[in-house]
Structure formats: C-alpha cells, structure tokens
C-alpha cells in the first residue's frame, strides 16, 4: 500500500487548501482513511477521519467546520478541503490508511499505511 500527499503550500490567514491523497491499494474501497498533521514540538493530532464507505467522518475540535474530509473510491483517493486556515493550521500533513471497518483512532484502528507528508504553512 503506498500513499502521496500532495496540495499543500503557503497561504494567508483565512484561505482555503484542497490536500489530496492518492492511495495505490488493490481494494482501497476497504480501508479506513484519515489525515494527520503535526506541528514542530507539537504531539501528533489526528485532524479528520473517513470510514470505508464514506458514510462516516470524524472532525477534530480544531478544525470542525472548517475541514471536509471526502474519498472518491472509484478514484481510489481522498481529499481534504481546509478553509479559514489560521496560522495554527501550519504544520506537515499526513494521510494514513488502514484496512477495515471504524472511522478513526478512538475506534482502535491503528493506521499502518502513511504517506511521506506534505507541508502546510499559514502566514498571519
């Protein structure tokens, strides 16, 4: 299973990135999907989670309304659209994969699959 990240970049305070997520997996449609980010001398955070079929989302406090997590199985790939980005948002931006049912960590998937990350930075 292989995963690249790839959208982001450098942005003001209050606009929006799409990061994508392309996921090589011969039954991507049975993995569990989620973006992660971490922050220098940050733990960490899982940010947005996306079940199998896409029915089921998970949203960290910090960015609920603001992000939407989508997957687009036919295309085996999953997005995440960040709006009103703040300065808090910077940091490298992970998506990991896991093969099975739940939404996200606190269900007790355990992410084996991890792409190699992509930066983003927000500027105040």
């Known amino acids: 299973v292989h995963l690249v990240e790839t959208g982001g970049g450098l942005v003001q305070a209050g606009d929006s990135l799409r990061l994508s997520c392309a996921v090589s997996a011969p039954t991507f449609s049975r993995y569990a999907v989620a973006w992660f980010r971490q922050a220098p001398g940050k733990e960490r955070e899982e940010v947005a989670a996306?079940?199998?079929?896409?029915?089921?989302?998970y949203y960290a406090d910090s960015v609920k309304g603001r992000f939407t997590i989508a997957r687009d199985n036919a295309k085996s790939a999953v997005s995440l659209q960040m709006n009103n980005l703040t300065p808090e948002d910077t940091a490298v931006y992970y998506c990991?994969?896991?093969?099975?049912?739940?939404?996200?960590?606190?269900?007790?998937?355990?992410?084996?699959?991890w792409g190699q990350g992509t930066q983003v930075t927000v500027s105040s």
């Open positions: 996306i079940n199998w079929t896409g029915q089921s989302t």
């Open positions: 990991a994969a896991t093969y099975g049912l739940g939404i996200n960590s606190a269900d007790g998937l355990v992410y084996e699959h």
